[in-house]
Structure formats: C-alpha cells, structure tokens
C-alpha cells in the first residue's frame, strides 16, 4: 500500500529527474569537442572574416538618336537627357590587412563608385573603395578599402600554388544575388578547366572546376580548401550545366599580383617574381643576369626579412623595396632549403637596360615612341605601337624588307606600350633565336593610303 510519504518521494524523483539528467549530460560533455565543428566549419569561421560584399555605381552616358534634331527645334527649351546610373554587386576577399581587397575585373569594371562591406559584420559599417589595378585579360582587380589610418583588417592565406588535389572538399564564399555573406560546399572537380571562348568547347586551361554553388553575385569571392587556405577567385558558372562552376587557381592569382605589385612598376629593375605563399613570400622565378639573380637569389627562396624587417604581406614587401628606391642596397634574409642566408640586393633602373640600344642591339632596328605629332606628320591612324626610325644595313630586320617608317605593333605576340616593354621581351632572346613582329605598313594605290598589317619573322642577333 502507498503511502503518502512514499507518493511524495516519487514526485521529487519525477520533478528534478529533467534536471538531474541535463545535469549529467552537462557534466560528460564537458571538455569533449563539438561534433558539429568540423574542419569545413572552422575553415569558414578562418576565412569569412577576410570575405568583402562589393556594390558598384556605374555611370553611363546616354545619348538620344535625335538629340541634336531635338536641340535645334526646342534649344533653349530641350533639355539633355541625364546620364543612367547602373548598379551592381559581387564578392571579394582581403588580402593583406591594411585592406587590399582581391576581385574581379569585371565586377568593378568602369565602376564611378565602389563600396565594400565585411561580410561578417552582418549588415554592420561600410567603407568606400577605390580600384588599383586590374587587367580584363586575367579578369583579376585589386581594390584598397578607405579606412581610416592604422585599421587593420583580417586577411586570406594563400595556398601553396600546386597543392591541390582532385576530388578534395572544397568552399565557396561570397555574396550571391546580394544576399549578404554565404558558403556553399563542393569537391574540386577539376583542375584544368579553359575559360569558354565563343564556338569552341569548353575543355579547351586553368580555370578550376567546382560542383560548390557559384552564383550571380559570388564572382570575386573565394574558393578555399578545408585549411582556410585560398584556393582560387570564383568567376562564372556554367548555364547548360547543374553543379558546373569555375574559378580562376591561385597561380594564375599569384602572377596577377606579382604584375600589379613589382619594383618594375616604379621603373626599377628586381629581376625576380615573389609570390605570397600561406602565411610567406617565395620566390618564383628569377631572371637571368638579373639584379636578384646577381644578389644570389634563387626559386623556391622564401623571404623572411628585409632590412632587418619583416614585411607583414606580399604587398608591404614590394612597397619596402619601392621605398629602398636603386639609391642604396638592401639585406633579404632568406630561407633556403631550411638553412638561413642573407643576399645584398641593388635595384637598378630599368631605362640603364631596357631601351632603345638593346632593341637595335637585338634586331637592327632604331625605334621610338610615336607622339600625336608624329602620327599626324606619317598619316598613321593612331600612336599605338613603336615608329621604325631606321634600320642597320646587313641586319635581321633589313633582310625582311623593314624600313624607315614602319609601325611595330606586336613583339611575340605582346602589344609593348613602350620601349622598355618591347626590349623586355627581346632581353631573354638567344642570338638566332626567331622573334614574330606583327608590322604596320603603309601604301599608295592612287589617291588611296592603305593601311595593311603584316607579320614577319627576325632572327636575333
């Protein structure tokens, strides 16, 4: 028979049993790691700090077809049509923490107003950027976030350049459709993929391939694998396909950023490609008969330190050897092969190497800059390319028919904007080595001045 002591003792078991039982599976979790924390979790955690929503304001001039017929008839009345503002987003992701920013060149392309908002502070405070640099043929931007003096962002690490493996776990951040900061989840489904060109396959380069979900909206975000580690820049999706979407590899990132950012862009010669690499600088290539091939400089370096200094980033690296100017020498500490060693490096201007004597010395040919002037003096259509001012007797380029008042238009295949470019490209030439030049010519027929382009072949010499 129950009593009612015993009654009351079971209802306190029934009333701290909820209690006792959360008590106890407090206590044999505690210390014990949360499942749900996997590496893609942390790996995003890692990175979403260091991922940008870019919004952009274009604008665009619009011209109405009968705007003067308008203006005669109604002028002063007829007022002008304004121009149109367009406006659009993308993604980015920081890459050095005094806010460079990595993106598209198509995002921002022509943009009058770029802004930028960290994609974890969920609505939170937005800066105004302006663009650096970028180049359609990479399709790769960099921006600077306006920021007041001395803030400091978080940035993306960048994967080793060939560390990645088919089939690996894959993440896609960004800002799709303007949704706001966003992760899709993929493998790497390829690793060599060519960006498509009108009627031709699509598997025709380097582009990688995800089956993580890329979105209007998400190009310029990153792709990076479960370290955290950058990977690629998110770029397009494939329409006929589900599940088919590209991003430009990091290698190809890393040789934008060494154009963009190299002590050549200052007119001074350093003669090697450093690339960020994880958290450190390595040295990719090294030219021959370089300053930094005579300091001792060598690929696969990886610097620590300049001067005593450790830059913080590629970037503020290259700004270090901006600053060190070919006024005096710098120290590179540098890590090779696990054993420390310090070269003595000495930029030197590019002009003392590259110019219009190593071309002639090259080619036989005299070149020089074509002014407006000079373009209106020859009736030439326009002051792209270098003027063939003369040419050596018993030279390459005299053996072809060269002469005095052709227009050189391509070097190899590149368009040089000036006569250090073009001598660039000749420098690393072997004596009999075949160099293509795309040639501008001109021509009477009557009272006719034809212009024609010709390709032809020379033989360094």
Request: glycine share 10%.
């Amino acid at each position: 028979m129950r009593t009612w002591a015993g009654n009351r003792a079971r209802a306190c078991r029934w009333a701290w049993a909820p209690l006792l039982g959360a008590l106890v599976a407090a206590t044999a979790g505690a210390g014990e790691p949360d499942v749900r924390r996997d590496a893609a979790v942390e790996a995003v955690a890692g990175v979403m700090p260091c991922v940008v929503n870019v919004a952009t304001e274009t604008i665009v001039a619009v011209r109405d077809p009968f705007e003067g017929l308008l203006r005669d008839f109604w002028d002063p009345y007829y007022q002008q049509q304004r121009p149109r503002t367009q406006y659009s987003l993308g993604s980015g992701v920081i890459i050095d923490e005094a806010g460079y920013v990595l993106t598209c060149e198509h995002v921002v392309r022509r943009a009058s107003g770029i802004w930028v908002r960290l994609a974890d502070e969920g609505g939170g405070k937005e800066y105004e950027a302006k663009r650096v640099a970028g180049s359609s043929r990479s399709d790769i931007a960099i921006l600077r976030i306006l920021a007041p003096s001395g803030t400091r962002f978080k940035a993306v690490r960048f994967a080793q350049e060939d560390d990645l493996l088919l089939g690996e776990t894959v993440l896609a951040l960004g800002n799709p459709f303007g949704l706001g900061g966003s992760v899709s989840r993929g493998i790497l489904s390829s690793k060599s993929r060519r960006p498509p060109i009108q009627n031709q396959p699509l598997d025709l380069a380097d582009w990688l391939q995800t089956d993580a979900a890329i979105n209007p909206g998400s190009s310029g975000g990153p792709l990076v694998d479960l370290r955290g580690q950058l990977i690629g820049l998110n770029v397009a999706v494939y329409r006929e396909g589900q599940g088919i979407g590209f991003a430009i590899p990091i290698k190809r990132v890393a040789e934008a950023l060494s154009e963009v950012f190299s002590p050549e862009l200052r007119q001074l010669w350093f003669g090697a490609r450093v690339r960020p690499e994880g958290s450190g600088l390595r040295v990719a290539a090294v030219e021959a008969d370089s300053p930094a091939q005579r300091a001792g400089l060598r690929p696969g370096d990886v610097v620590l330190g300049l001067d005593g200094k450790r830059p913080r980033g590629f970037i503020e690296f290259n700004q270090m050897l901006f600053a060190a100017g070919d006024k005096q020498p710098v120290n590179l500490l540098v890590d090779r092969n696990g054993a420390r060693e310090t070269v003595t490096l000495h930029l030197v201007p590019e002009a003392s190497v590259f110019n219009a004597k190593l071309i002639r010395d090259k080619l036989g040919l005299s070149v020089q800059m074509l002014t407006p002037d000079l373009a209106d003096q020859l009736n030439l259509p326009s002051t792209e390319g270098l003027l063939i001012a003369g040419v050596d007797r018993d030279s390459p380029a005299s053996a072809v028919g060269l002469r005095r008042g052709h227009v050189i238009l391509a070097v190899d295949g590149q368009a040089p904007d000036n006569l250090i470019a073009a001598a660039r490209i000749l420098y690393g030439k072997k004596k009999g080595e075949k160099v293509p030049l795309d040639i501008l010519v001109q021509r009477q027929e009557g009272v006719f001045l034809i212009h024609q382009r010709v390709s032809v072949e020379l033989a360094t010499r």
